[in-house]
């Protein structure tokens, strides 16, 4: 299993970005996939999760409303669009693989993590 993310980067407050995660070495389409974060100092924070069809999808009540999961089962890949970003959304952003199709919010119910991306919010 291999997740690479990428997308990162330095932006201002209300601007958007679009990470993605590429996905190798499993069925994409069978497993959940999810976006954690993690600023300094802080634990690891559940971000998004999408079932392994895209049918199901939920985010954390910090991010609702202005980050978007999203999934291309064909291309094997991953997405998280962030809008109207804030000092606070600055972390570095995981890409998780789940253990079955469906998925929560908890850490135990994924398997493999990517090395991560860097998102700098200025205010």
């Known amino acids: 299993v291999q997740l690479v993310e990428s997308g990162g980067g330095l932006v201002q407050s209300g601007e958007s970005l679009r990470l993605s995660c590429v996905a190798s070495?499993?069925?994409?389409?069978?497993?959940?996939m999810g976006w954690f974060r993690q600023a300094p100092g802080k634990e690891r924070e559940w971000v998004a999760w999408?079932?392994?069809?895209?049918?199901?999808?939920f985010h954390a009540q910090t991010v609702e409303g202005r980050f978007t999961i999203s999934r291309d089962n064909s291309k094997y890949t991953l997405f998280l669009q962030m809008n109207s970003l804030k000092p606070e959304d600055t972390a570095l952003y995981y890409c998780?693989?789940?253990?079955?199709?469906?998925?929560?919010?908890?850490?135990?119910?994924?398997?493999?993590w990517g090395p991560g991306t860097q998102v700098t919010v200025s205010s």
């Open positions: 999408i079932s392994g069809s895209g049918e199901m999808l």
């Open positions: 998780s693989k789940g253990k079955r199709s469906l998925a929560t919010h908890q850490p135990s119910d994924y398997d493999s």
């Open positions: 070495g499993f069925t994409f389409s069978s497993y959940a």
